[in-house]
């Protein structure tokens, strides 16, 4: 079932979004900002994975605890999608990476495919978070979403940090059984495709290109 797990009335999230937002926030503290609000998302999206109980030896006596009982991929959408996968790797030391490329085409905001590197997801359980930290058209994470499920993935979570109405509405259009957490639900897509209010373009502010 669809659902979106929006983080923003934390105060701690609210707090990073307001210094992705200025205009006046440098690459460093844009990309640290980042990165802090990546890992409160991934924290969130990852609360429901699957976990079998394992007898642990303390230096005191036995106990059990959870451990995780599936593959977790982190999918980074490129370029974007990267700025979230240190965060993944630090949370999930054990996690994969796969990676597929995408852009969109300025003129009919339509997703191009240039690079996939993914495994066959249908031999075994895979929990598989797919990165990328704006989600405005919808089409880039619809087009993703799709490469995955052919792949035989059917655990599929969508990761940003602010979201567009329009993208979450295409986004379930296409593939309901996919949740979304995200930071911030932002008000529109303006006439050229871009979220307001936003934050510019993440990529070019994360990579200070």
Not at 47 to 55: A, K, R
Not at 78 to 90: C, Y
Not at 182 to 198: K, M, Q, R, W
Request: a negative charge.
């Amino acid at each position: 079932m669809s659902q979106v797990i929006e983080l923003k009335s934390h105060p701690l999230v609210s707090h990073n979004l307001a210094l992705l937002r200025s205009k006046d926030t440098d690459s460093q503290r844009f990309r640290e900002s980042a990165q802090r609000l990546s890992t409160m998302v991934m924290v969130a999206a990852t609360e429901s994975l699957n976990t079998v109980e394992q007898t642990v030896e303390t230096p005191m006596k036995s106990t059990s605890e959870m451990i995780l009982a599936e593959d977790v991929w982190l999918i980074p959408i490129l370029r974007a999608g990267l700025a979230m996968v240190d965060v993944g790797l630090n949370l999930i030391p054990e996690a994969h990476v796969g990676f597929i490329g995408l852009y969109r085409d300025e003129a009919t905001l339509q997703p191009k495919h240039y690079y996939k590197n993914l495994p066959d997801f249908s031999e075994s359980a895979h929990a598989c978070l797919i990165l990328d930290p704006m989600l405005a058209t919808g089409g880039s994470s619809v087009a993703a979403i799709q490469m995955l499920k052919d792949e035989g993935a059917s655990d599929i979570s969508l990761l940003t940090l602010i979201c567009a109405p329009e993208g979450i509405k295409e986004v379930f259009a296409k593939h309901p059984d996919v949740s979304i957490f995200t930071a911030s639900v932002d008000e529109h897509l303006n006439e050229v495709g871009y979220i307001v209010p936003g934050l510019g373009d993440a990529g070019d502010r994360y990579f200070g290109t």
